[in-house]
């Protein structure tokens, strides 16, 4: 199973359609939230690709009706925590968001919320943030994840677009 994990698009569609266009064979997006209008906006403009988007809200999500977290079952013996990230205090601490996935049998937790692209393995948990699709802190490229998750085992990875996506 391949999925495309999007964060923090902040309006910037032009990035979010480009993410999406570069990954047609993808089995599933999930955007981490805050980016909740443009989100809404691809799916009117794609909607052969609606049905494979999940959601979660972000903080800048206002009067979103978007869980704040979801758990998905993607393959036998995999859980994925998905969410934002800023009720688990990301912005300085790890340690909510693994407590939250060893909790509900999670191997696999992905956020966004710090605009900063990370991929770890910790305490048995991948934890992923794909950085920001539109404005990244880290001093790279706006960027988005891969998560492949097979027979063989999980990989996680982080694509960085090329400078001509850059507004």
């Not at 309006?11 to 999406?20: A, D, K, L, P, S």
């Not at 955007?31 to 494979?52: I, T």
């Amino acid at each position: 199973m391949r999925i495309i994990v999007i964060s923090d698009t902040h309006q910037y569609y032009r990035n979010f359609e480009t993410i999406v266009l570069r990954n047609p064979d993808a089995d599933m997006f999930l955007h981490l939230g805050d980016g909740e209008s443009e989100y809404q906006l691809l799916c009117r403009n794609m909607p052969e690709v609606a049905d494979k988007f999940r959601y979660v809200k972000g903080n800048c999500d206002y009067g979103s009706d978007a869980p704040l977290t979801e758990l998905i079952d993607v393959a036998p013996n995999h859980r994925i925590l998905a969410t934002h990230g800023h009720r688990y205090r990301v912005n300085s601490t790890l340690d909510y968001l693994e407590q939250e996935a060893l909790e509900n049998g999670c191997d696999v937790a992905l956020y966004g919320h710090t605009h900063e692209s990370r991929c770890t393995y910790e305490n048995g948990i991948y934890v992923m943030n794909p950085g920001s699709a539109s404005c990244p802190r880290d001093g790279n490229p706006p960027s988005y994840g891969v998560l492949e998750i097979t027979s063989a085992g999980i990989m996680t990875n982080v694509v960085f677009l090329t400078p001509k996506t850059i507004f």
